[in-house]
């Protein structure tokens, strides 16, 4: 899905990607002409996308929204668990993502024993 304008692959075509995001040529023409007709001075800050929508358009956002968090989510577990696969500890994988491996471990260990075994305690 687009991370821009949350529009799923099935509907934008090809996605160029990023670890964290991925953006629609539709999207990434936009960007562009919005760069190439931006000020040299940044304007100011007109407030969040949200602010822009009634009622209804803001709902309708908000399922597209959550699949976006669950796509994140999903990726995060598909990296956490190439970390485990490397042999990478549940300490230093903590330690990357600001949280105790105890965290790390309750929050991450179902996909990775889904995928590669059952996972010990880290203690």
């Known amino acids: 899905m687009c991370s821009f304008c949350l529009r799923p692959r099935e509907e934008t075509g090809w996605l160029v990607g990023a ?31 949200w602010d822009r929508l009634n009622e209804l358009e803001l709902l309708a956002q908000l399922p597209r929204v959550a699949h976006a968090r669950d796509d994140v ?8 668990h190439a970390a485990r696969r490397r042999g990478i500890s549940w300490a230093a994988i903590g330690e990357a993502l600001g949280m105790s491996r105890q965290s790390a471990w309750e929050r991450f260990r179902e996909t990775s024993a889904r995928r590669g075994g059952p996972e010990k305690s880290p203690r």
């Open 19 to 49: 670890p964290t995001a991925s953006i629609c040529r539709s999207c990434s023409e936009s960007a562009l002409e919005l760069l190439r007709s931006a000020p040299t001075e940044p304007a100011d800050f007109h407030g969040a996308p």
């Open 73 to 80: 989510e999903h990726h995060l577990r598909t990296w956490v």
